[in-house]
């Protein structure tokens, strides 16, 4: 599909800035981050930037490939993480049990949302700009996504 080079004037209304968008994020919300490469790292960095704001967030994820700067200690009371996946990044925080493991099959993940057995307040994930239809892609990261 071809894209749409005045996508930002179409849908001018829905543009937030990570800022904006994180305003939606409340203390004591689940929020699920987008998997590996697909990652938005910008809300991240936005998200570990209002901790102080924040408490008893639970970052639910598959796999971080970025530097996951919400499980630094000095977070603790703003972030628990709760993950499907324990990642060279995020051990740390599971060996000083300071976060949780789900065992859970890769295709039953989205099941326990759907099911509301893990329901989620905020997803953050990453797209690309929309093309002439509106239409979107998840680009490289096309999994529980």
Request: glycine share 8%.
């Amino acid at each position: 599909m071809e894209y749409d080079e005045n996508w930002q004037v179409r849908y001018r209304d829905m543009i937030e800035t990570p800022k904006q968008a994180l305003a939606h994020v409340k203390s004591g919300h689940r929020v699920f981050l987008g998997t590996g490469c697909g990652e938005p790292t910008v809300l991240v960095e936005a998200l570990t930037r209002e901790a102080a704001n924040l408490a008893d967030v639970e970052i639910v994820q598959l796999l971080t490939k970025g530097d996951a700067p919400y499980i630094d200690k000095d977070y603790s009371d703003s972030f628990k993480v709760n993950s499907f996946f324990i990642g060279h990044n995020v051990r740390e925080i599971f060996l000083e049990g300071r976060g949780d493991y789900t065992p859970i099959l890769m295709s039953d993940i989205p099941r326990l949302f759907d099911s509301g057995q893990l329901p989620l307040d905020v997803a953050l994930i990453q797209v690309t700009p929309p093309d002439c239809r509106g239409k979107v892609s998840l680009g490289i990261s096309v999994d529980i996504v």
